[in-house]
């Protein structure tokens, strides 16, 4: 706690002294989750206006594919991974240590002119043969992981698995229906707001693992960086990501 603490006064001081000089710029590159694309640019330029001694690079991707390319030697300063599994993967590899910092449910999206409500155990008959349900790539994303074990929870896994439009990231699944490419899908609740998606149905947030987002610093020499995750912990933060529909603890 005290070190936490140190670090969001040496952050602010650093801010502070942005409005009268900057000796260089510190620039960070950012690895998140495809499904905080939105919140993290939000944030980040938030954080750069306040200090032009900062320079936010941001890449979004699959947390599977990010925890890879880190390992593999990415300059990552920062990682935020959208399952405890690869956060643990760079944290163990980097010999450092990972923090939750907020968490997300599932629910059920339909297309517009879909006007009735699902659930789980509805959803094989709401979809016709030809059809496909689309979710994250079970096999490897996040969202795919937590949609598989909902669906084997509610026992209609078998009957789905081979009717599925599987997508390389969260925020593909969520695109797959806002574009008619399926006509129902399994995603984050934060993406069926930020694609503004009919939501059909709920899902039982105790049928699938807890969904969490989980930070680590990579490099731990950038204070700027260091501070950057605490702000998630922020006030401001806080506010920003209910509203975006992720869920906060306190």
């Known amino acids: 706690m005290l070190r936490l603490f140190a670090i969001k006064i040496t952050f602010l001081a650093l801010l502070g002294e942005a409005a009268f000089a900057c000796a260089r710029v510190e620039k960070i590159n950012i690895f998140v989750a495809a499904s905080?694309?939105?919140?993290?640019?939000?944030?980040?330029?938030?954080?750069?206006?306040?200090?032009?001694?900062?320079?936010?690079?941001?890449?979004?991707?699959?947390?599977?594919?990010?925890?890879?390319?880190?390992?593999?030697?990415?300059?990552?300063?920062?990682?935020?991974?959208?399952?405890?599994?690869?956060?643990?993967?760079?944290?163990?590899?980097?010999?450092?240590?990972?923090?939750k910092l907020f968490g997300n449910?599932?629910?059920?999206?339909?297309?517009?002119?879909?006007?009735?409500?699902?659930?789980?155990?509805?959803?094989?008959?709401?979809?016709?043969?030809?059809?496909?349900?689309?979710?994250g790539d079970p096999e490897h994303v996040p969202m795919g992981i937590y949609a598989r074990e909902a669906l084997q929870s509610a026992n209609v896994w078998q009957l789905l698995k081979d009717r599925l439009a599987p997508s390389s990231d969260a925020r593909g699944a969520a695109s797959f229906v806002r574009t008619g490419a399926t006509r129902f899908g399994i995603v984050y609740f934060s993406d069926a707001l930020a694609f503004e998606l009919n939501i059909v149905g709920e899902i039982d947030k105790g049928s699938y693992s807890e969904i969490g987002y989980y930070g680590i610093i990579i490099n731990e020499d950038n204070n700027i960086a260091m501070g950057l995750l605490n702000y998630f912990d922020s006030e401001i933060a806080k506010q920003l990501l209910i509203s975006k529909g992720f869920l906060v603890d306190g």
Do not use: M, W
């Not at 890449?59 to 030697?73: E, F, H, N, Y």
């Not at 599932?106 to 509805?122: K, R």
């Open 105 to 135: 449910k599932l629910v059920i999206v339909g297309q517009n002119d879909f006007s009735g409500e699902i659930n789980l155990q509805s959803l094989p008959e709401n979809i016709a043969k030809n059809e496909r349900l689309a979710i």
């Open 36 to 99: 905080l694309i939105e919140i993290v640019q939000i944030l980040a330029d938030d954080l750069q206006v306040k200090s032009n001694c900062i320079d936010i690079n941001i890449v979004a991707g699959s947390s599977a594919i990010l925890s890879r390319q880190i390992i593999a030697g990415a300059p990552a300063d920062i990682f935020i991974s959208a399952d405890i599994y690869n956060a643990n993967l760079v944290a163990q590899n980097k010999q450092t240590s990972y923090e």
